[in-house]
C-alpha cells in the first residue's frame, strides 16, 4: 500500500472515529429527550385505556341509573308481575345493551329477578358473587344511602372481571325513597378487551390480580407499581415499549393488571433525524476536510516522497549507480534524498569490491564441485582397480612358466606330462576367466574415466560455451547413478526402485549434472545406513508428477533407513559448509545439489522425523520443458 493511500486511510480513519463520536453523543444525549417523551407518550396511551375502561363503566352506569328510575321498575320490586319482566328483562335485552349481568334487589338485599348469560350461547350461568337468593348486607354492590348514590367499576368473579354499575332503585317523582338496587354488568373478557384496544393504536392484555391467571413472566411486575410508581415501562425492542399499570375494583384494591405494547414512533423519527442530519452534515464536513488535507499532504509530503520512491525504484531496474536525485529542501525529505544519494555512492564501490570478491568465490566453489564430483567418480575406479589388481596377484603365471619349461625340454615322463598338460590347460581357463573379468572392470573403468573427462570438459567449457539439455529418461538415469557406487557399498544396501519409475515423462536437463547430483545423494544414504549401523540397509526411489505453483513437476523421492536428520538441521544441510559427518568433510556435496537443481528451475528439500529415523530427499524437477540454467 502506498504513502498516499496509508495518509488517505489515516484522515478517513479520524473523520469516520469523529462522525462516530459525534453521533454517540446526539444518540446518548439528545435521543434521551426524545425517549423521555416517548415515555410520556406510552403513559398517556396507557391513560387512555384506563380511561376506556372507565367510559364503559360510565355508560353502564348511565345505563343502570335511567333503568333504576323508571317507575315500572320502582313497582316491579313490590309486585314482580310477569309483564315486566317480558317487556323488560328478556334475552333482547341482554344482547341489545351488551350484558351479561342483570340483578334487582329488595332493601333487604333479596334477589327480585336475576340472571347472568353467556351473550354467544344465550346460556345462563351462575356465578357464587352474584347469589340467586339474598345477598349479605356488606355486598360491595348495595349500600345505597342516597337517590344519587353510584357504584361502579370493576367486579371480580370466579368466571373473570366483570365492568358493573349499581344504582339504587327510585320512582321518577323521586321522593327519596329507596326500593331496592339495580346492578348491570358486563365481563371484561378477550372480545371486550380487544374492541377497547381497537379504539387506540396499541395491543392491549389484561389479566386478574387474583388468582393464578398473570404469567409467570409478568408477575415481576406488580414489585415496581405502587402509589408513587403508577406505570412501569419496559422497553421490549426498537420498535415497542411495553406499559403497565394497575385498575382497582369498585372497593379501590388493585383488581386487573393491564399491559399496553405501544409503538415507538418517536424514538423512530429521532433516530431517522439524527442519521439524515447528523451524518448527513458529518459527512459534508469530513469530505472538505478530508479533501483540503489530501491536497496539502500531496503536494507538501506524499509528492517528494513519491518523486524520492521512483528514483529509488529506476535505479534498482537499471543498476545505474550514478543517477542522483537533485532535492533542495530544508526538511526531513531533503535530508532523506541527499541520504540517498550518498548512499547509493557508497553501495556503488560496495559493489566493485563484491563483484570481485564473488568471481574469486564463485570460481573457488565451482572448482570444490568438480573436485567433489570428480572424487565420486574416482572412489568406484580405485575399487575396482584394486580388486583386478589383487586378483591379477593371485594368477599362477610362475607356475605356468615352470610346468611349459618342464614339457619343452622333455624330461617329464608319461604320467608326469599328463599331470602338466593338465595343470596348463585348467590354469588356462582360470587365466581366460580372469582376462573377461578384467576387460568387463576396465570397461567399467574406462566409462568414469569418460564421465570424469565430461565433468572436466564441462567445466572448462563453463565460461565459453553452453551447456545442452536433453530429455533425460528417469528410469536409465537412476540405474546408472546406482551403478557409479562402489561394490563394496552394493553389498550394505539393497535399493529398490518403485516400478512406476519407468511410467514417468522424461524431463528437460543436463544430463551429466543430474547424474552428479543423484550419485551423490545416494553415496551419502549409504553412509547415513552405516553410521546408523543398520543391519538391513534400505533405499527406495520413487517418482510422481505433480503440480507445483501451477508448474507441471516430476518430484523424485530418495528415502533411506540411516542415521536421520534432525529437525533443526532440514535446512541447515544445504548450506555451503554444513555437514553431520564425523569426518572432515567438506560439506559441499549438498550445497552443490541444491544450486544445481536451482539452476534447473528445480527444487530439492529433506524430510526426517529426526535421529534414527530415516530420511527421505524429494528432488522436484520441470517435466517436459526446457529449463532455463544458469548454465546456459
Not at 439 to 446: H, S
Not at 508 to 526: R, Y
Request: charged share 25%; aromatic share 6%; hydrophobic share 40%.
Amino acid at each position: 500500500m502506498s504513502l498516499q493511500s496509508k495518509i488517505l486511510l489515516i484522515i478517513l480513519a479520524v473523520v469516520s472515529l469523529y462522525a462516530v463520536l459525534d453521533y454517540a453523543s446526539q444518540y446518548f444525549f439528545v435521543l434521551r429527550s426524545f425517549i423521555s417523551l416517548e415515555h410520556s407518550a406510552a403513559q398517556n396511551n396507557m391513560r387512555r385505556c384506563v380511561g376506556a375502561f372507565k367510559r364503559e363503566t360510565y355508560h353502564l352506569d348511565r345505563l343502570a341509573k335511567d333503568w333504576a328510575a323508571r317507575d315500572n321498575t320502582y313497582q316491579f320490586v313490590e309486585n314482580r308481575n310477569e309483564d315486566y319482566i317480558s317487556a323488560n328483562l328478556c334475552t333482547e335485552s341482554f344482547t341489545d345493551n351488551n350484558l351479561n349481568a342483570i340483578y334487582i334487589c329488595n332493601r333487604r338485599g333479596d334477589v327480585v329477578w336475576g340472571q347472568i348469560r353467556d351473550l354467544e350461547t344465550e346460556q345462563t350461568m351462575q356465578v357464587d358473587e352474584f347469589p340467586a337468593g339474598s345477598w349479605s348486607e356488606t355486598h360491595p354492590l348495595l349500600g345505597h344511602e342516597t337517590a344519587e348514590s353510584s357504584i361502579s367499576g370493576v367486579f371480580v368473579t370466579e368466571r373473570g372481571p366483570m365492568l358493573v354499575a349499581s344504582r339504587p332503585i327510585i320512582a321518577s317523582e323521586s321522593n327519596g325513597l329507596i326500593r331496592g338496587t339495580l346492578v348491570v354488568g358486563r365481563f371484561l373478557n378477550h372480545n371486550a378487551v380487544k374492541s377497547l384496544a381497537e379504539q387506540m393504536p396499541v395491543d392491549l392484555k389484561v389479566w386478574t390480580i387474583a388468582g393464578d391467571s398473570i404469567p409467570v413472566k409478568e408477575r415481576d411486575v406488580l414489585n415496581h407499581i405502587n402509589a408513587r410508581t403508577q406505570f412501569h415501562i419496559h422497553e421490549l425492542s426498537d420498535n415497542f415499549l411495553r406499559v403497565y399499570t394497575l385498575f382497582s375494583d369498585v372497593q379501590d384494591a388493585p383488581a386487573l393488571l393491564m399491559r399496553a405494547d405501544v409503538p415507538r414512533d418517536i424514538r423512530a423519527k429521532a433516530v431517522a433525524v439524527l442519521i439524515q442530519s447528523g451524518l448527513l452534515s458529518n459527512l459534508t464536513a469530513g469530505l472538505f476536510v478530508l479533501l483540503v488535507l489530501f491536497v496539502l499532504l500531496r503536494c507538501a509530503v506524499v509528492g517528494p516522497i513519491k518523486k524520492l520512491t521512483n528514483h529509488a525504484i529506476v535505479i534498482g531496474k537499471s543498476n545505474n549507480m550514478s543517477a542522483r536525485l537533485p532535492m533542495q529542501r530544508g526538511d526531513e525529505i531533503g535530508t532523506l534524498a541527499r541520504e540517498f544519494n550518498r548512499m547509493v555512492e557508497k553501495l556503488a564501490e560496495a559493489r566493485k569490491k563484491l563483484l570481485e570478491q564473488s568471481y574469486y568465490s564463485g570460481m573457488a566453489e565451482v572448482a570444490s564441485g568438480v573436485l567433489h564430483n570428480a572424487r565420486n567418480v574416482l572412489t568406484p575406479m580405485v575399487s575396482h582397480i584394486d580388486v583386478l589388481r589383487q586378483k591379477l596377484r593371485g594368477a599362477p603365471i610362475g607356475k605356468i612358466e615352470m610346468a611349459q619349461a618342464e614339457l619343452s625340454d622333455g624330461s617329464a615322463s608319461g604320467r608326469r606330462k599328463e599331470d602338466l598338460t593338465r595343470f596348463i590347460n585348467l590354469a588356462n581357463r582360470s587365466l581366460i576367466t580372469l582376462v573377461r573379468e578384467t576387460k568387463d572392470k576396465l570397461d567399467n573403468v574406462a566409462k568414469q574415466v569418460v564421465h570424469i573427462e565430461k565433468i572436466l570438459a564441462q567445466q572448462v567449457k563453463f565460461s565459453r560455451t553452453q551447456r545442452p539439455t536433453e530429455e533425460i529418461r528417469l528410469d536409465r538415469l537412476v540405474r546408472d547413478s546406482i551403478a557409479l557406487l562402489p561394490d563394496n557399498l552394493h553389498d550394505a544396501i539393497s535399493i529398490e526402485i518403485d516400478p512406476c519409475i519407468e511410467a514417468i515423462e522424461p524431463v528437460m536437463a543436463h544430463s551429466v549434472v543430474l547424474l552428479q547430483v543423484f550419485d551423490n545423494i545416494l553415496i551419502n544414504a549409504v553412509e547415513s545406513i552405516r553410521r546408523a549401523g543398520s543391519i538391513h540397509g534400505e533405499i527406495c526411489i520413487r517418482a510422481e508428477t505433480s503440480e507445483v505453483d501451477s508448474v507441471d513437476m516430476v518430484r523424485v523421492q530418495i528415502s533411506d533407513n540411516g542415521e536421520g536428520i534432525e529437525p533443526h538441521n532440514l535446512d541447515r544441510i544445504f548450506e555451503r559448509g554444513f555437514s553431520t559427518k564425523q569426518n572432515s568433510s567438506s560439506g559441499i556435496g549438498l550445497h552443490w545439489c541444491a544450486n544445481t537443481i536451482a539452476a534447473m528451475n528445480g527444487r530439492i528439500y529433506a524430510e526426517s522425523k529426526g535421529s534414527k529415523q530415516g530420511a527421505c530427499f524429494h528432488i522436484l524437477l520441470p517435466s517436459s520443458q526446457k529449463t532455463v540454467s544458469v548454465f546456459d
